[in-house]
């Protein structure tokens, strides 16, 4: 199994920033055969659907969702299983939960398995 561990959220005034971290974890890692391909983040504000915020591929291309393009950055750290959002300039709507999602490769067949984080609330004050 993979767990997805977020954090960094928090309370924030509008116009400030906030870097969310997400660390997968599990024991399929310790071997070559299962590996992380696309990992991003999602939101969900109350009432509204689970949206796309950004991905971004093994490689390293990056999509973000046209709300947040020029305020939020995805990265990740391939060494470490880690993706990071560094968000600057928020702004009220920003506010929602926020998700870890990853998509692991097994290697001996191609099948891909999606994981899910727990979310880390994001509340932006205006």
């Known amino acids: 199994q993979v767990q997805l561990v977020e954090s960094g959220g928090g309370l924030v005034q509008a116009g400030g920033s906030l870097r969310l971290s997400c660390a997968a974890s599990?024991?399929?890692?310790?071997?070559?055969?299962?590996?992380?391909?696309?990992m991003g983040w999602y939101r969900q504000a109350p009432g509204k659907q689970r949206e796309l915020v950004a991905i971004?591929?093994?490689?390293?291309?990056?999509n973000y969702a046209e709300s947040v393009k020029g305020r939020f950055t995805i990265s990740r750290d391939n060494a470490k299983n880690m993706v990071y959002l560094q968000m600057n300039s928020l702004k009220p709507e920003d506010t929602a939960v926020y998700y870890c999602?990853?998509?692991?490769?097994?290697?001996?067949?191609?099948?891909?398995?999606?994981?899910w984080g727990q979310g880390t609330q994001v509340t932006v004050s205006s």
């Open positions: 971004i591929t093994g490689g390293g291309s990056e």
């Open positions: 999602n990853a998509d692991v490769l097994r290697s001996w067949d191609y099948t891909t398995y999606e994981y």
């Open positions: 599990g024991s399929i890692f310790s071997g070559s055969i299962f590996s992380i391909r696309g």
